[in-house]
């Protein structure tokens, strides 16, 4: 890791949270969001600098290539946490809890009882958004907004799972406004302060809804040349 890597990453977090700090003043928030830096198909290198200038809270799509990169940094970096942004199988889920301190993406019944079943045995859950598929989209994982009252029911009350907030990614072809202000207004009712929503293309936008978190990938690390 050189002076200059270092240098650069310092420049582009300070860059980005001059916007965050910019769009709350424009919003007349007086709260905290908080960054999540997407470092997914990122190696080890191109996240130190990153640690380096001050970063600790930083999202994965993928339980393997969480495992084979956030052990190690996380074993020299105190205060690191790790947030799950991506689909969670079933068959994932143990090494999922050992790894991940907050999952954005419960999105599902079976994923839900699956979690109910680790907590009874004794494992420790980690902080858990409800993912919403605000466009209906079928290739999108998320519960439909029509389900989500029930679904946010299930979890919390039957399940007593420890659910604070809702996730959401907006259709690619369609203005954001509409999917933010959906996803607030099911939290609002449901008595929900999380709202993790906005990207790098339209956090501003997210902030200026309520969120709670935004997900930066590529306006921090740059463009994804390998995937994703």
């Known amino acids: 890791m050189s002076a200059r890597d270092t240098k650069e990453a310092a420049a582009r977090?300070?860059?980005?949270?001059?916007?965050?700090?910019?769009?709350?003043?424009?919003?007349?928030?007086?709260?905290?969001?908080?960054?999540?830096?997407?470092?997914?198909?990122?190696?080890?290198?191109?996240?130190?600098p990153l640690i380096t200038a001050g970063q600790r809270i930083f999202g994965e799509n993928r339980v393997q290539e969480a495992a084979a990169k956030w052990p190690e940094l996380k074993a020299?970096?105190?205060?690191?946490?790790l947030h799950l942004i991506g689909p969670l199988q079933t068959n994932k889920l143990k090494q999922a809890l050992a790894l991940f301190d907050v999952i954005h993406t419960l999105d599902r019944p079976r994923?839900?009882?699956?979690?109910?079943?680790?907590r009874d045995g004794g494992v420790?859950?980690?902080?858990?958004?409800?993912?919403v598929n605000t466009g209906?989209?079928?290739?999108?994982?998320?519960?439909?907004?029509?389900?989500?009252d029930r679904f946010i029911a299930q979890c919390r009350e039957d399940l007593v799972l420890p659910v604070e907030g809702l996730m959401c990614i907006p259709p690619a072809d369609e203005e954001p406004t509409r999917h933010f202000a959906l996803l607030a207004e099911i939290a609002h009712r449901?008595?929900?302060?999380?709202?993790?929503?906005?990207?790098?293309a339209d956090f501003e936008t997210a902030i200026?809804?309520?969120?709670?978190?935004?997900?930066?990938?590529?306006?921090?690390?740059?463009?994804r040349a390998r995937s994703g």
């Open 136 to 148: 209906e989209e079928p290739q999108k994982a998320g519960v439909a907004p029509k389900d989500a």
């Open 76 to 81: 020299r970096t105190e205060g690191i946490e």
């Open 124 to 131: 420790f859950l980690p902080r858990l958004f409800i993912q």
């Open 111 to 118: 994923l839900a009882q699956a979690l109910a079943k680790e």
């Open 190 to 200: 449901n008595g929900l302060a999380g709202l993790s929503m906005g990207m790098s």
């Open 13 to 48: 977090l300070d860059g980005i949270r001059a916007r965050m700090s910019e769009a709350m003043r424009n919003a007349g928030r007086h709260d905290a969001v908080v960054l999540v830096a997407v470092s997914k198909t990122f190696g080890v290198e191109e996240i130190e």
């Open 208 to 223: 200026g809804c309520g969120a709670s978190h935004v997900r930066i990938g590529s306006a921090l690390f740059g463009s």
